[in-house]
């Protein structure tokens, strides 16, 4: 008996592979451990695909949005993970790979990676360069508090703000910090204060607890917030040696809420006894100047001058008349010089003087132009000339030249 082959359609068998697969009760849920490449978050849809290696084989590997919302990292092409999902197959192109559901980074815990991620970034932006704090104001009239109502933080900060500085203004913003929730109200919180501008500097920050417990003080968003509040914030979360991406952002950060609200205002004993202390310098300093001045006083009324003006006024007289001699007897020494030097120069420009020439006998001649004839060549025969003399002038009538030489 023959049988007829069963024909299929390559979508039929494709389902009935995947059917295989989702059956098989191995390939449900499986832990891998490989390395990722050719990452690709997908930022539309929120799903990432990647590959996952070892040092012989690769399998594609998809992860859901859903599921992808809920890593805290950014995954990295070399990156070493470990993944749990299951095994299918996608039928529209006949490939099986992995769905992933959960994934951590193999060594580093997730939240320290992500922590160290968004640390580098943020610095990378400058956003934690010193340039940019903004200084805390020495006497703040109004302080802003954001922590939860229920810790023990809101109470060590009260306390210490209420004992070392009274003048000051609490403003209490009551928010979670701690769960999911807890980022979004620390941020709406801090852009409350700035919008209202109700506050000179605001505390932000709550008790000690696990890396989990202080996660929201390490978000993106809230490290944007303090970032761009005008208003200079003080970070004061966890313990001494908890530091959080907030810390590294803000314009100052307290070791502890404590520490957050003794650095937010001065101490109001400090300030009553610094003000005593100045008060005494300046009265020693006044009673200092009056006693100089005093004295002064004594020595200048108890002087000759001031007894008996009239004696100081005939010195400065005499005084006077001697600068009175002593500036005639200097002009007229100037002024005899200066005629002497005016008689000197007055002879040697007499020397040089035309006049003088001519009393000797010579004379000056003058063309029809009015212009002085020095060269035969000036003048033509028959031409009338002007001759100056010492007593006067001679028209004459040119009747012959000569020229004796060049």
């Known amino acids: 008996m023959i049988h007829t082959p069963v024909v299929l359609s390559v979508t039929q068998l494709n389902t009935y592979i995947k059917s295989l697969f989702d059956s098989d009760e191995n390939l449900v849920s499986v832990f ?14 929120g799903h990432f695909y990647l590959s996952l290696k070892d040092e012989k084989s690769v399998i594609r590997a998809v992860m859901f949005a859903q599921n992808a919302r809920r890593v805290r990292f950014l995954p990295q092409d070399g990156m070493k993970v470990i993944v749990r999902g299951r095994v ?7 490939q099986y790979q992995l769905y992933i559901e959960d ?7 997730a939240l320290n990676l992500a922590f160290e991620q968004l640390k580098a970034k943020l610095e990378a932006e400058g956003l934690f360069d010193i340039g940019r ?11 802003g508090v954001i922590t939860s109502p229920t810790g023990a933080a809101v109470h060590d900060i009260t306390t210490i703000l209420a004992r070392r500085y009274p003048l000051a203004q609490v403003v209490f913003c009551p928010v979670l910090v701690q769960g999911a929730g807890a980022a979004p109200q620390l941020v709406d919180a801090l852009q409350r204060f700035n919008r209202l501008n109700c506050a000179n500097v605001i505390i932000i920050g709550r008790g000690g607890g696990s890396l989990e417990d202080l996660w929201p003080f390490n978000e993106e968003i809230l490290a944007r917030a303090v970032a761009a509040s005008k208003i200079p914030v003080i970070s004061a979360v966890g313990h001494e040696t908890d530091f959080t ?3 590294f952002v803000a314009d100052l950060r307290a070791p502890t809420p404590s520490a957050a609200a ?20 300046l009265k020693q300093n006044i009673y200092l100047k009056l006693e100089n001045l005093r004295q002064r006083l004594n020595s200048v009324t108890s002087s000759r001058s001031f007894r008996k003006p009239q004696d100081l006024i005939e010195m400065q007289r005499i005084h006077v008349d ?9 002009m007229a020494q100037q002024f005899s010089g200066a005629k002497a030097e005016l008689a000197s ?3 040697r420009l007499n020397v040089l003087s035309p006049l003088a020439t001519l009393s000797r006998g010579y004379s000056i001649t003058y063309d029809a132009e009015n212009n002085p004839v020095v060269k035969t060549g000036q003048v033509k025969v028959g031409e009338q000339i002007t001759v100056l003399m010492q007593d006067g002038k001679l028209g004459c009538t040119v009747s012959s030249k000569e020229k004796t030489h060049e």
């Open 245 to 247: 991406i907030c810390d």
């Open 103 to 109: 994934m951590q980074p193999d060594g580093l815990g």
């Open 345 to 347: 120069a007055s002879g």
């Open 32 to 45: 891998l451990s490989g390395e990722i490449s050719n990452f690709t978050n997908h930022y539309k849809s």
């Open 262 to 281: 003794e650095l937010a205002v001065p101490d109001s004993t400090e300030l009553f006894q610094t003000v005593q202390y100045d008060s005494m310098l």
């Open 133 to 143: 704090k903004k200084p805390i104001p020495k006497f703040p009239e109004r302080v």
């Open 88 to 94: 299918s197959v996608y039928e529209a192109t006949g």
């Open 322 to 330: 001697q600068l009175s001699a002593r500036l005639s007897a200097c």
